[in-house]
């Protein structure tokens, strides 16, 4: 079983920027895709950006591309979003998630094996 942890969210105003972090641990880690998904109040949990582990493509959402940017760090088996231009919109819980193995629907969830707890991104106007 592999344990994924997010941290890094926070309240921020409109314009601000954050860091967030999924480390995973646990049996030795190996990934086709990582993602990171969101949930706000009353919503459906969407998708947000995905990486193919082993080569690094990156994959995002309309809403967040040019403001977000996933990245992972292969050595430390931790993954990022880079997350500028915040708007009142992208407020919600972050999930990050991982899939083993085989190509799928990246943006669909429930291809994802494996799920972290989240971590509230609240982002004022």
């Known amino acids: 079983q592999v344990q994924l942890v997010e941290s890094g969210g926070g309240s921020v105003q409109a314009g601000g920027s954050l860091r967030l972090s999924c480390a995973a641990s646990g049996r030795t880690f190996s990934s086709y895709y990582m993602g990171w998904f969101r949930q706000a109040p009353g919503k459906e949990r969407e998708f947000v950006a995905a990486i193919r582990w082993s080569i690094g493509w990156a994959y995002y959402a309309g809403s967040v591309k040019g403001r977000f940017t996933i990245s992972r760090e292969n050595a430390k088996n931790t993954m990022y979003l880079q997350m500028n231009s915040l708007k009142p919109e992208d407020t919600a819980v972050y999930y990050c998630?991982?899939?083993?193995?085989?190509?799928?629907?990246?943006?669909?969830?429930?291809?994802?094996?494996?799920w972290g707890q989240g971590t509230q991104v609240t982002v004022s106007s």
């Open positions: 998630a991982t899939r083993y193995s085989g190509s799928a629907d990246y943006s669909r969830p429930e291809i994802y094996d494996d």
